[in-house]
């Protein structure tokens, strides 16, 4: 498990930054983000340091995005009977600000598209 000492999502993943958490296993570490756009607004991050969706999807049978989704879905569902969604901000016109991977997982409310 590879984690880079100078980002703020690794920080979370080793417990030196205390989050809100809802989720932890081998794989994910699901926390409230600090700056909710929802009434459940929680952020779902791979235990390893990868800046990119495209760093988890480069060889067949890599089925590391897919826990991150799996996790996602699962927290969805507890946060969002009647629904919820899922964004993932890649790079600079996606709107990343934090270069560790990360899915959010937006619930209780009904949401708008398209999105601004
Ligand atoms: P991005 O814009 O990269 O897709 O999302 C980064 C998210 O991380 C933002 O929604 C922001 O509010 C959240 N965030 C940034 N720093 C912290 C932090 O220290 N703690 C928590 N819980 N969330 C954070
Ligand atoms: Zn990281």
Redesign the pocket.
């Not at 926390?31 to 756009?37: A, I, S």
């Given at each position: 498990m590879a984690l880079d000492p100078n980002c703020?999502?690794c920080k979370?993943v080793s417990r030196e930054?205390p989050?809100?958490e809802v989720l932890r296993d081998d794989h994910v570490v699901a926390?409230?983000?600090?700056?909710?756009?929802a009434p459940t607004?929680v952020?779902v991050v791979p235990t390893e340091h990868a800046a990119h969706l495209s760093d988890f999807t480069r060889s067949a049978g890599d089925d590391r995005a897919a826990r991150l989704l799996a996790a996602a879905s699962e927290l969805g569902r507890r946060f969002g009977p009647d629904g919820y969604r899922v964004?993932?901000?890649e790079g600079n016109d996606?709107?990343?600000?934090?270069?560790h991977l990360?899915a959010?997982v937006l619930a209780g409310r009904r949401m708008n598209w398209p999105p601004g």
């Open positions: 703020l999502f979370i930054i989050a809100d926390f409230h983000d600090r700056n909710p756009q607004h952020l964004v993932i901000n996606g709107g990343q600000t934090v270069h990360h959010h």
